[in-house]
């Protein structure tokens, strides 16, 4: 069986003024159908720009410098527009991270709805009302005929989130690509719009990309996690034993900097210093700077290496292939 | 959306440049980037330049009228008149050399474009500063004024100022003040609304500092770099303006013209085909506007920081 | 708006003495006493200003020293004429600002957005009537398509004379309209441009092309739709200046508005009518603002009433 996604060695670029920037580094997964994989970064780290050159939304003058995208077995990277745009928002759909931006202010929730339906099947704007209508009631919008004629403004973050996940579900799409869709909402919401997220994937075999730079948002909701670092993944692997056994030092930060995995009144970890400036990268292992392992191996770059049978780390010096204690974290 | 390309480029190199030298300094070299806002500059220095020794360096000068020949009236650009003068670009209705009435002509129009700026702005800055800090009362009527001022056409105001004084440079300055010093009041009542709120002026507040003092020295200078944008733009406005109403006939007297004045004597003759008189002037006048313009568009670009990334 | 009046009548009671030029030099003394009676200028002047209140209250301005009628009956005569005008310009300058503004915005990188801006910048910088001027001398004297001034046939519609159903009013339309709506064409330009670059990079717009929308219905309607909103309000609060412009436009052409008549009336010292005049503007301004509130509703519907959050 292919993938429903199947990305391979993707490099997106930027060239700027001072030199180009490599926001995309040979970044290599799969994803299929009903799995969903958690992509974790920091800010910067290169995952939301994975996401948009999926979809070929890359704003100029970024551009896509070597690998492939292929989508269920198709080649995306060198596919027309035409059928890209085709593809999108029907088989596969993407959520942004701030709800109170993706909806048009000035357009009805129906008009910006229905134009999506519109845009790949002709159907009648009753047939398509009637669609809206079920996407709605799927998500949780009551009396969803009425607010249909509503303006984005008269909604909370968390119902235009609701709506822009109803809008991304109205084709049934293979892959959702959602970028930090919660990030900008309340607690209780975010743990309502996961679980129903979670829910949708199992019932209708939808793959889903949850983009985050939030650890503990997709310990409890992918099946696998994909770690990036300035471009490049560091750590990949399922979702268990990646948070129980993390092997790269920027992993087992980033889950010592997690409030809740610590015994109380211990010191939440800390990663010293910043992420590598992008447009002049330190040559080998990225992470070095910051690394308490680091020497003088480490200026080479490190390959993505398989310790555990599906669990791969980029490191020259990876932690053993055992749990996380505390103390050795707080140390 | 965490990260665009703009941010994830423009952080490493921007900070360090920045801090590293005079603030006056980066301005130089940030205006300098543009070419044209350069070419801008240079043709504007020209142009203040050759007005300023415009008695040393014009063949003729237009304001001697016994020096004046009738006889030489509207000739085109390049003919040589009856006693050896070659009249460049042609002569007006009164046998005056329009290149000695341009140079003369362009130096009344910067004159009353700088010389009304300045005092619109000395005025516009101090009302604006003053309602800001003050607040209540004060505030609301000074606004309000500024407010009705402003929703009226600047030129209507003028139009119907120099209808009652008549004509005169200093009328038309008077004028020119008058309408724009709302803009300058505005522009630095909004931007002192924001600074006041700042930290530094609640540490100079809770030190004890006058009010004069306060005014001056703390709250001007942070609102200064809006108002010099304006205020270049505001310069060409003004020259625009001036020359829209000596244009009109109510403007500088027929004895002084400024640049406009000479676009409509040549009006008169426009009909016939002397298309030259009118022709030159507003040439002239367009380069100073659009140098001015370009200047003014650079300096708003570098003086702001909310633009810069 | 009482305000202004009072303003207004001080100011233009100052202008000068509308006698100096009404009664021919020979008149005795006895027969400038005669005239001043029939006019009301022989009263003080709070008198003077208290029979123009209770009249104008009533719509009555006072009669025109030189036409000997009604002021404002003068004005309304000739305000359809100017507003043809103003609207026609209006018109044009957005249908033509607006795809050039979009075009130089989403592809500001490319030669056509930069010769599209350099051409607003030269837009903005023209001395309005200095454009006037250059557009007769080309196209009226040199090359003789198009009629220099008057407003040609009219034909009546609702009761309104209007040009802008024959060829030939159109002939006499278009260098008026042009000179007027060059500016503001570059206005709009210019704020279109700038507006586009500032929503398409707005999550709305990427999520719109996620959705799988064609670029023509992204740019058509997502990209559009918002940046009409900016659009209407600059160009309906511009109309207000575009009317007060038209003073110089229709100077220019001789177009038989009501800002020909203000100049005429300024030149004769007509008093009633200049007043007139102006509470007409008033008048047309604060309901220009008015409309345009209404469509500013329209086109953002945050602003609509009674929707908070």
């Not at chain 1, 892959?175 to 997220?197: F, H, K, N, R, S």
């Not at chain 1, 129980?244 to 210093?273: C, D, N």
């Not at chain 3, 719509?59 to 025109?64: A, L, M, P, Y």
Request: hydrophobic share 50%.
């Amino acid at each position: 069986m292919t993938a429903t996604l199947q990305v391979e060695n993707l490099e997106t670029q930027f060239p700027t003024r001072d030199g180009i920037v490599r926001a995309v580094d040979g970044v290599s997964f799969s994803v299929d159908a009903g799995e969903i994989l958690g992509l974790v970064g920091e800010s910067g780290s290169g995952k939301s720009i994975t996401g948009f050159t999926i979809l070929g939304l890359i704003d100029p003058p970024g551009r896509i410098a070597n690998g492939s995208v292929k989508f269920k077995g198709e080649e995306l990277t060198t596919a027309s527009p035409e059928r890209l745009r085709s593809l999108r928002g029907a088989r596969i759909a993407m959520i942004f991270q701030d709800p109170m931006m993706t909806l048009n202010p000035v357009l009805r929730v129906d008009t910006q709805m229905i134009e999506t339906v519109q845009a790949h099947e002709k159907v009648s704007e009753k047939a398509a009302r009637a669609r809206c209508i079920e996407a709605l009631q799927a998500v949780g919008i009551a009396a969803p005929e009425e607010r249909l004629k509503s303006y984005p403004h008269q909604f909370s973050g968390g119902m235009r989130q609701r709506i822009a996940i109803a809008t991304a579900l109205l084709h049934k799409p293979d892959l959702i690509i959602a970028d930090e869709p919660t990030t900008a909402l309340d607690v209780t919401i975010q743990g309502q719009i996961l679980y129903e997220m979670r829910k949708l994937c199992r019932d209708t075999g939808t793959a889903l990309i949850w983009i985050t730079h939030d650890l503990s948002v997709v310990a409890g909701l992918a099946d696998r996690i994909m770690v990036m670092y300035a471009g490049k993944i560091v750590e990949t692997g399922a979702i268990d034993t990646v948070i129980e056994r993390p092997q790269h030092p920027y992993t087992r930060g980033l889950i010592g900097s997690v409030p809740g995995a610590m015994p109380r009144g211990k010191r939440l970890f800390q990663i010293p210093g910043m992420a590598p400036a992008p447009l002049n990268l330190p040559p080998g292992c990225r992470f070095k700077a910051r690394c308490s392992r680091a020497d003088a191996v480490c200026d080479t770059m490190p390959e993505l290496v398989e310790l555990d049978p599906g669990h791969r780390a980029r490191c020259h010096h990876p932690y053993d292939a055992m749990p996380l204690s505390p103390a050795e974290v707080a140390s | 959306m965490s990260q665009t390309p703009a941010t994830v480029g423009a952080t490493p190199t921007a900070a360090p440049l920045v801090n590293t030298e005079a603030p006056w300094k980066r301005i130089v070299a940030e205006f300098a980037e543009s070419k044209l806002a350069m070419l801008g500059l240079v043709l504007l220095v020209l142009m203040i330049g050759a007005s300023l020794i415009a008695p040393l360096i014009s063949p003729q000068d237009p304001y001697d009228l016994a020096k004046l020949d009738i006889m030489d009236a509207r000739l085109p650009p390049g003919e040589v008149a009856g006693e050896g003068f070659t009249f460049l670009l042609g002569s007006d209705g009164q046998g005056r050399d329009m290149l000695s009435a341009m140079l003369y002509g362009l130096r009344i129009s910067l004159m009353v474009g700088v010389v009304s700026v300045v005092v619109a702005l000395g005025i516009g800055a101090v009302a604006g500063l003053l309602a800001a800090y003050t607040g209540g009362k004060v505030d609301a009527l000074i606004m309000r004024f500024v407010d009705i001022q402003l929703s009226f056409p600047a030129i209507l105001i003028a139009l119907i100022l120099l209808a009652m004084l008549g004509n005169g440079v200093d009328k038309v300055i008077f004028a020119l003040v008058a309408v724009q010093w709302a803009y300058f009041a505005r522009a630095s009542h909004g931007a002192a609304l924001v600074e006041r709120n700042k930290e530094y002026i609640e540490a100079a507040r809770c030190l004890g500092i006058s009010k004069t003092r306060m005014l001056l020295k703390h709250l001007l200078p942070n609102c200064m770099p809006p108002l010099i944008v304006i205020a270049t733009i505001n310069i060409a406005r003004a020259i625009t303006l001036e020359a829209t109403l000596s244009f009109l006939g109510l403007g500088v007297p027929v004895t002084e013209p400024s640049l406009g004045m000479l676009i409509s004597n040549g009006f008169d003759y426009l009909l016939s085909g002397v298309y030259w008189i009118s022709l030159f002037p507003g040439v002239v006048l367009t380069v100073v506007i659009i140098a001015i313009n370009l200047v003014g568009d650079q300096l708003r670009d570098v003086l702001n920081p909310r633009l810069k990334r | 708006m009482a305000v202004m009046s009072v303003l207004v009548f001080v100011g233009i009671y100052m202008i000068g003495d509308p006698l100096a030029i009404l009664v021919s030099p020979e008149a005795t003394e006895l027969d400038r006493e005669a005239i001043a009676r029939s006019l009301g200028l022989d009263r003080p002047m709070w008198e003077q200003y208290f029979t123009f209140v209770t009249s104008a209250l009533q719509g009555n301005f006072g009669k025109s020293f030189v036409f000997g009628q009604p002021a404002i009956n003068l004005i309304l005569e000739r305000m359809p004429a100017t507003l043809e005008l103003a609207l026609i310009a209006t018109v044009t300058s957005v249908v033509i600002g607006v795809p050039l503004g979009l075009y130089a915005g989403l592809k500001h990188e490319t030669v056509t957005a930069r010769a599209i801006m350099a051409g607003s910048v030269l837009g903005f910088s023209l001395p309005n009537f200095w454009v006037g001027l250059m557009l007769i001398m080309v196209f009226a004297v040199q090359l003789g398509w198009l009629p220099a001034s008057g407003r040609g046939p009219t034909m009546e519609v609702l009761g309104i004379q209007v040009s802008f159903l024959t060829l030939a009013g159109w002939k006499h339309l278009a260098l008026p309209a042009l000179t007027l709506g060059l500016s503001k064409c570059a206005l709009i330009i210019r704020l279109a441009r700038a507006t586009a670059r500032e929503v398409m990079l707005m999550d709305y717009v990427k999520f719109a092309r996620a959705k799988g929308l064609n670029e023509r219905r992204v740019i058509g309607v997502h990209i559009l739709k918002n940046i009409m909103v900016p659009i209407t309000t600059v160009t309906g609060l511009e109309l207000g200046s575009l009317i007060a412009f038209a003073v110089i436009t229709e100077t220019i052409f001789s177009w038989p508005g009501m800002g020909k008549l203000l100049i005429d009336s300024i030149v004769n010292l007509d008093r009633p009518v200049v007043v007139a005049y102006l509470i007409v503007v008033v008048f047309l301004l604060v309901t220009i603002s008015l409309i345009v509130d209404i469509l500013y509703s329209v086109l953002d519907p945050r602003v609509r009433l009674g929707e908070a959050k």
